[in-house]
Protein backbone atom coordinates (compact mmCIF):
# COMPACT_ATOMS: atom_id res chain seq x y z
CA UNK A 1 0.00 0.00 0.00
CA UNK A 2 1.00 3.22 -1.28
CA UNK A 3 0.88 6.30 1.64
CA UNK A 4 -1.81 8.58 0.08
CA UNK A 5 -2.67 12.40 0.90
CA UNK A 6 -5.86 13.21 2.97
CA UNK A 7 -6.47 9.40 4.08
CA UNK A 8 -9.44 10.30 6.50
CA UNK A 9 -10.83 12.78 3.81
CA UNK A 10 -10.68 10.43 0.89
CA UNK A 11 -12.46 7.62 3.10
CA UNK A 12 -14.95 10.34 3.74
CA UNK A 13 -15.32 10.44 -0.14
CA UNK A 14 -15.12 6.54 -0.26
CA UNK A 15 -18.09 5.98 2.39
CA UNK A 16 -20.39 8.67 0.63
CA UNK A 17 -19.95 7.26 -3.13
CA UNK A 18 -18.63 3.95 -3.65
CA UNK A 19 -19.49 0.33 -2.38
CA UNK A 20 -16.24 -0.62 -1.17
CA UNK A 21 -16.11 -2.41 2.11
CA UNK A 22 -15.18 -1.23 5.53
CA UNK A 23 -11.91 -2.86 5.02
CA UNK A 24 -11.12 -2.34 1.65
CA UNK A 25 -11.16 1.57 2.51
CA UNK A 26 -9.20 0.88 5.64
CA UNK A 27 -6.38 -0.77 3.74
CA UNK A 28 -6.34 1.92 1.23
CA UNK A 29 -6.93 4.83 3.34
CA UNK A 30 -4.51 3.20 5.72
CA UNK A 31 -6.61 3.27 8.78
CA UNK A 32 -8.72 0.86 11.41
CA UNK A 33 -12.50 -0.47 9.73
CA UNK A 34 -13.30 0.64 12.95
CA UNK A 35 -12.58 4.02 11.96
CA UNK A 36 -14.03 3.58 9.41
CA UNK A 37 -17.62 2.13 10.60
CA UNK A 38 -17.51 5.15 13.07
CA UNK A 39 -17.11 7.77 9.64
CA UNK A 40 -20.31 5.92 8.23
CA UNK A 41 -21.75 6.02 11.52
CA UNK A 42 -21.03 9.73 11.65
CA UNK A 43 -18.92 9.64 14.81
CA UNK A 44 -15.59 9.89 13.13
CA UNK A 45 -14.80 13.03 10.97
CA UNK A 46 -17.96 14.91 10.81
CA UNK A 47 -16.59 18.03 9.53
CA UNK A 48 -14.02 16.66 7.08
CA UNK A 49 -15.34 17.07 3.63
CA UNK A 50 -14.71 14.33 1.34
CA UNK A 51 -11.74 14.06 -1.31
CA UNK A 52 -12.11 12.19 -4.49
CA UNK A 53 -9.16 10.11 -4.72
CA UNK A 54 -9.68 9.51 -8.50
CA UNK A 55 -9.90 13.17 -9.11
CA UNK A 56 -7.15 13.91 -7.30
CA UNK A 57 -4.20 11.54 -9.07
CA UNK A 58 -4.36 8.84 -6.13
CA UNK A 59 -6.60 6.61 -7.76
CA UNK A 60 -7.38 4.92 -11.10
CA UNK A 61 -11.14 4.93 -12.17
CA UNK A 62 -10.01 0.69 -13.18
CA UNK A 63 -8.76 -0.06 -9.99
CA UNK A 64 -12.08 1.25 -8.15
CA UNK A 65 -14.62 -0.32 -10.06
CA UNK A 66 -12.42 -3.74 -9.74
CA UNK A 67 -12.83 -3.17 -5.83
CA UNK A 68 -16.39 -2.38 -6.19
CA UNK A 69 -16.69 -5.76 -7.91
CA UNK A 70 -14.70 -7.87 -5.87
CA UNK A 71 -15.08 -7.24 -2.17
CA UNK A 72 -11.64 -9.02 -1.25
CA UNK A 73 -9.87 -7.19 -4.26
CA UNK A 74 -6.97 -4.53 -2.78
CA UNK A 75 -6.60 -1.28 -4.20
CA UNK A 76 -3.51 0.02 -5.26
CA UNK A 77 -2.57 3.79 -5.11
CA UNK A 78 -1.00 5.62 -8.16
CA UNK A 79 2.26 6.36 -7.13
CA UNK A 80 2.35 10.41 -7.02
CA UNK A 81 5.61 12.57 -7.64
CA UNK A 82 3.81 15.33 -6.31
CA UNK A 83 3.03 13.27 -3.00
CA UNK A 84 6.69 12.53 -2.81
CA UNK A 85 7.52 16.25 -3.32
CA UNK A 86 5.12 17.21 -0.38
CA UNK A 87 6.38 14.61 2.10
CA UNK A 88 8.10 16.54 4.92
CA UNK A 89 12.22 16.06 4.50
CA UNK A 90 12.48 14.91 8.02
CA UNK A 91 12.23 11.73 9.20
CA UNK A 92 8.67 10.17 9.07
CA UNK A 93 7.06 8.50 11.80
CA UNK A 94 7.39 4.69 12.45
CA UNK A 95 4.95 3.20 10.41
CA UNK A 96 3.04 -0.05 11.94
CA UNK A 97 1.61 -2.31 9.31
CA UNK A 98 -2.54 -2.65 9.38
CA UNK A 99 -2.24 -6.36 10.61
CA UNK A 100 -0.04 -4.85 14.04
CA UNK A 101 -2.00 -1.64 14.82
CA UNK A 102 -4.27 -3.55 16.99
CA UNK A 103 -1.53 -4.04 19.41
CA UNK A 104 -0.63 -1.11 19.84
CA UNK A 105 -2.77 0.06 22.45
CA UNK A 106 -1.44 -3.18 24.24
CA UNK A 107 2.00 -1.80 24.17
CA UNK A 108 0.75 1.55 25.29
CA UNK A 109 -0.66 -0.02 28.17
CA UNK A 110 2.57 -2.10 28.99
CA UNK A 111 4.43 1.28 29.11
CA UNK A 112 1.68 3.13 31.60
CA UNK A 113 2.15 0.27 33.85
CA UNK A 114 5.78 -0.60 33.55
CA UNK A 115 7.30 2.30 32.81
CA UNK A 116 5.66 5.90 33.76
CA UNK A 117 8.87 7.95 33.58
CA UNK A 118 8.50 7.79 29.67
CA UNK A 119 7.02 10.44 28.53
CA UNK A 120 3.89 10.15 26.34
CA UNK A 121 5.80 12.48 23.52
CA UNK A 122 8.01 9.55 24.06
CA UNK A 123 6.02 6.58 23.54
CA UNK A 124 4.25 8.56 20.45
CA UNK A 125 7.21 8.69 18.95
CA UNK A 126 7.79 5.34 19.41
CA UNK A 127 5.36 3.16 18.46
CA UNK A 128 3.94 5.88 15.79
CA UNK A 129 0.58 6.80 17.77
CA UNK A 130 -1.12 9.73 19.08
CA UNK A 131 -1.32 11.32 22.60
CA UNK A 132 -4.84 11.24 22.68
CA UNK A 133 -4.99 7.53 22.03
CA UNK A 134 -1.98 6.83 25.11
CA UNK A 135 -4.64 9.02 26.77
CA UNK A 136 -7.71 7.08 26.25
CA UNK A 137 -5.60 3.86 27.58
CA UNK A 138 -4.62 5.04 30.54
CA UNK A 139 -8.06 5.94 31.57
CA UNK A 140 -9.58 3.10 30.42
CA UNK A 141 -11.46 5.24 27.85
CA UNK A 142 -10.35 3.55 24.48
CA UNK A 143 -13.02 1.62 22.75
CA UNK A 144 -11.32 -1.75 23.26
CA UNK A 145 -10.28 -1.18 26.78
CA UNK A 146 -11.67 -4.44 27.94
CA UNK A 147 -9.16 -6.30 25.69
CA UNK A 148 -6.29 -4.51 25.87
CA UNK A 149 -3.60 -5.81 28.19
CA UNK A 150 -0.22 -5.25 28.77
CA UNK A 151 2.07 -6.63 25.88
CA UNK A 152 5.69 -5.72 25.58
CA UNK A 153 6.29 -3.88 22.27
CA UNK A 154 9.41 -5.84 21.96
CA UNK A 155 7.40 -9.18 22.20
CA UNK A 156 4.57 -7.73 19.82
CA UNK A 157 7.41 -6.96 17.29
CA UNK A 158 6.65 -3.22 17.15
CA UNK A 159 9.89 -1.85 18.51
CA UNK A 160 14.09 -3.67 19.32
CA UNK A 161 15.28 -4.34 22.10
CA UNK A 162 17.74 -1.73 21.94
CA UNK A 163 15.28 0.64 21.02
CA UNK A 164 13.39 0.11 24.21
CA UNK A 165 16.28 -0.11 26.28
CA UNK A 166 17.70 3.04 25.21
CA UNK A 167 14.16 5.25 25.82
CA UNK A 168 13.72 3.94 29.25
CA UNK A 169 17.14 4.92 30.25
CA UNK A 170 16.47 8.26 28.70
CA UNK A 171 13.60 9.03 30.17
CA UNK A 172 14.82 7.44 33.69
CA UNK A 173 17.76 9.54 33.91
CA UNK A 174 15.72 12.49 33.12
CA UNK A 175 13.41 11.72 35.76
CA UNK A 176 16.22 11.03 38.56
CA UNK A 177 17.78 15.04 37.62
CA UNK A 178 14.38 16.14 37.48
CA UNK A 179 13.67 14.63 41.16
CA UNK A 180 16.62 16.08 42.20
CA UNK A 181 16.20 19.76 41.51
CA UNK A 182 12.72 19.52 42.66
CA UNK A 183 12.21 16.87 45.47
CA UNK A 184 15.44 15.49 46.34
CA UNK A 185 17.17 16.32 49.06
CA UNK A 186 19.57 19.09 49.06
CA UNK A 187 23.50 18.71 49.43
CA UNK A 188 24.81 19.40 52.34
CA UNK A 189 27.79 22.55 52.36
CA UNK A 190 31.19 21.06 53.33
CA UNK A 191 32.32 22.79 55.94
CA UNK A 192 35.70 24.49 55.42
CA UNK A 193 38.50 22.78 57.66
CA UNK A 194 40.14 24.95 60.44
CA UNK A 195 43.08 26.65 58.84
CA UNK A 196 46.33 25.68 60.54
CA UNK A 197 48.60 28.42 61.99
CA UNK A 198 51.92 29.68 60.25
CA UNK A 199 54.83 28.01 61.09
CA UNK A 200 56.79 31.41 62.25
CA UNK A 201 60.21 30.03 63.40
CA UNK A 202 61.64 31.77 67.41
CA UNK A 203 63.65 34.14 66.61
CA UNK A 204 66.77 33.93 68.52
CA UNK A 205 68.44 36.52 71.14
CA UNK A 206 71.98 37.61 69.97
CA UNK A 207 74.47 39.06 72.25
CA UNK A 208 74.95 42.99 72.57
CA UNK A 209 78.90 41.93 72.10
CA UNK A 210 81.31 39.88 71.56
CA UNK A 211 82.44 37.54 74.92
CA UNK A 212 85.60 38.53 76.34
CA UNK A 213 87.98 36.11 78.56
CA UNK A 214 86.94 37.36 81.62
CA UNK A 215 82.98 37.04 81.31
CA UNK A 216 83.61 33.35 80.37
CA UNK A 217 86.46 32.63 83.85
CA UNK A 218 86.07 35.67 85.73
CA UNK A 219 88.15 37.81 86.93
CA UNK A 220 91.52 37.04 88.61
CA UNK A 221 92.02 38.24 92.10
Request: net charge negative; with cysteine; glycine share 6%.
Amino acid sequence: MTDILMPKATAVWLVDNTSLSFEQIADFCGLHPLEVRGIADGDVARDIRGVDPVTGGQLTREELEKAQDNPDYRMKAVVSRHAELLKPSKTAPKYTPVSRRQDRPDAIFWFVRNHPEVTDAQIAKLLGTTKSTIESVRNRTHWNSANIKPVDPVTLGLIGQLQLDEIVKKAADKKAKDDAKSGGAALQSIQAEPEEPEFVPEERVRPGAEPTAESVFGKND
